[in-house]
C-alpha cells in the first residue's frame, strides 16, 4: 500500500523568501506523484503532478517539484513566496488502475505562513 | 468550463440521522471520487465511481455508500450518522478509466453532526 509523509506539519517564511516543502513516498513502483493546495475552506487546487520523464516539473503560481527515485521524495519549491501563497499543503501519491484503483493517498499536509 | 461542484455547502444534521451530499463532475468527466477530511485524520478516501459502477472502496463502513447517475452526478450517503463523522466531504472527478488520470475536486460539503 502506498503512503506519503509531509514532515513538517506548519513552517513560516518571510515574504520573498525561497520555500521547500518536504514529501516523501512510500510505494512500490513507479508513482503518480501530486501537490494539491487547499486555502481555508476551500476545495484542493492542483499546483503540479509527476507521471513520468523530466524529473522536475513546474506548477502553477510559480511552484515547481523534483522527483528524486533515490530518495523516494517530491519535494515542492518556489524561489519567493508571495503574502498569497499562505495555505495549507498537501502532497500526494497515486497508484493507478493496477494499483489499485486511482485513489490518491495524502499526506497529512504543512500548513504555511507567510510573514510580512 | 464549470468546474466540480457540490451540494449543499454545509450540512447540519443530528446523531442517527442520514445524510446525502451531492456532487457534479466536471462536464465530460465519468469518474467521480469522495474523500473525508475530518479533524485530526487528513484526507482519506472514500469512494470511487465510473460509468455508473462502484470501482473502490476505501476503509469505511458500509453506512458510507453512494451511486452515481447516468449524467455522471454522484450522491454520497452516511446513514446513522456519528459524531466521527462530521468532516469536510470533497467530490474530485476525472476522465475515465486510464491508468492515471488527474482528479480535479470542488469545494466541498461541511457536515457536521450534533
Known amino acids: 500500500a502506498q503512503s506519503v509523509t509531509q514532515p513538517d506539519i506548519h513552517i513560516t517564511v518571510s515574504e520573498g523568501a525561497s520555500l521547500e516543502l518536504r514529501c516523501n513516498y512510500s510505494?512500490?513502483?513507479?508513482?503518480?506523484l501530486f501537490w494539491y493546495v487547499q486555502s481555508p475552506g476551500q476545495g484542493l487546487q492542483l499546483l503540479l503532478k509527476y507521471f513520468s520523464g523530466d524529473t522536475l516539473v513546474q506548477g502553477i503560481k510559480g511552484f515547481e517539484a523534483e522527483f528524486k527515485r533515490s530518495q523516494s521524495s517530491f519535494n515542492l519549491r518556489k524561489p519567493s513566496v508571495h503574502w498569497s501563497d499562505a495555505a495549507e499543503y498537501f502532497c500526494a501519491v497515486g497508484a493507478g488502475l493496477t494499483g489499485g484503483g486511482n485513489k490518491l493517498t495524502f499526506g497529512t499536509g504543512t500548513q504555511l505562513k507567510v510573514e510580512l | 468550463e464549470a468546474g466540480v461542484t457540490q451540494s449543499p455547502t454545509h450540512l447540519i444534521k443530528t446523531r442517527g440521522q442520514q445524510a446525502t451530499l451531492r456532487c457534479s463532475p466536471i462536464s465530460g468527466h465519468t469518474s467521480v471520487y469522495w474523500y473525508q477530511q475530518a479533524l485530526g485524520l487528513g484526507l482519506q478516501f472514500l469512494l470511487w465511481?465510473?460509468?455508473?459502477?462502484?470501482?473502490n472502496r476505501g476503509n469505511f463502513p458500509p453506512r458510507f455508500s453512494g451511486r452515481q447517475f447516468p449524467n455522471y452526478s454522484s450522491e454520497l450517503n452516511v446513514n446513522a450518522l456519528e459524531l466521527e463523522d462530521s468532516a469536510l466531504y470533497l467530490c474530485?472527478?476525472?476522465?475515465?478509466?486510464?491508468?492515471?488520470?488527474?482528479?480535479?475536486f470542488g469545494p466541498g460539503t461541511r457536515l457536521t453532526v450534533l
Open positions: 510505494y512500490g513502483a513507479t508513482p503518480y
Open positions: 465511481y465510473d460509468e455508473g459502477e462502484e470501482r
Open positions: 474530485a472527478s476525472s476522465i475515465g478509466l486510464a491508468d492515471y488520470n488527474e482528479q480535479f
